[in-house]
């Protein structure tokens, strides 16, 4: 069974149908570059310029970096315009694919959703939290495998800042961070979320864990287990293409 699914983050909207009894992207991805400024109308473009890349007919699974409640509405978005806050984006996501039918969530809760199902949380029980290192920094919570929502975890004021703008992979960027001094960073912000939730399993995810080698080693002091995600930077495709199949 074939869903598309539409990963929007803050540099970029990727896409591809999936492939959801391996739980894997059935072609490889297509990807344009997040414009900027993110309005709505112009990532409603970008989308849009995805989808008929494959010339896709059916139903379509898409995440947003940010709060997403009743399966449409915007709550939050740090990371593109202000715009998006309170607006109905799966009727304007719908209007611009032209009435195909459009679900909508969190992009984090999508990466974590794919990892409990494929990939590095399959068959884990109690606390796992999933935490994308990005433009921003996302994070999915899980229980015995039942999602808590739209908890961004990456807004955590740690010492003095907000999370993300220290410990992002565009931190590490912005500021020409060693791999070295910026794991520290990671770790202290793994230390704070860890002592909010005491989870069992910290999933790393997000473009940064293709690297995880490069920094993993120099993250100590952490009792949970930490592991790179497995579907990496396709998660969050995998988990709307997921979302879209159950809501349809």
């Known amino acids: 069974m074939h869903i598309f699914g539409v990963d929007i983050g803050g540099s970029g909207i990727k896409g591809a149908p999936v492939d959801l009894d391996r739980g894997d992207l059935a072609e490889e991805r297509c990807k344009v570059l997040t414009p900027q400024p993110a309005t709505p109308d112009a990532v409603a473009d970008g989308v849009k310029q995805v989808v008929e890349h494959f010339g896709w007919t059916g139903p ?3 995440t947003f970096p940010g709060v997403v409640t009743g399966g449409a509405t915007i709550r939050t978005a740090a990371n593109v315009d202000k715009a998006w806050i ?7 996501f719908g209007e611009r694919l032209g009435g195909l039918p459009v679900t909508v969530l969190n992009d984090a809760d999508a990466a974590g959703v794919a990892e409990m199902s494929f990939g590095a949380g399959r068959d884990r029980r109690g606390p796992v939290i999933l935490l994308t290192f990005g433009t921003g920094i996302g994070s999915a919570v899980f229980v015995d495998g039942v999602l808590v929502p739209n908890t961004e975890l ?4 740690l010492h003095g800042h907000d999370a993300e703008k220290r410990a992002s992979s565009k931190a590490r960027e912005d500021e020409d ?3 070295e001094h910026w ?5 202290k912000y793994l230390a704070h979320v860890e002592m909010l939730f005491s989870p069992e399993l910290f999933i790393i995810g997000g473009g ?3 690297k995880s080698q490069k920094f993993l080693p120099h993250i100590e002091g952490i009792k949970a287990e930490i592991v790179p995600a497995q579907l990496q930077n396709n998660a969050g495709i995998v988990g709307a293409a997921m ?3 159950k809501a349809g």
Request: no cysteine.
């Open 208 to 210: 940064v864990s293709r």
């Open 86 to 92: 309170d607006m109905d984006a799966r009727a304007l």
């Open 154 to 157: 990456g807004h955590l004021e």
């Open 243 to 245: 979302r879209a199949a």
């Open 60 to 62: 379509v699974g898409l």
């Open 183 to 187: 794991a520290h960073r990671v770790q």
């Open 177 to 179: 961070l060693s791999w």
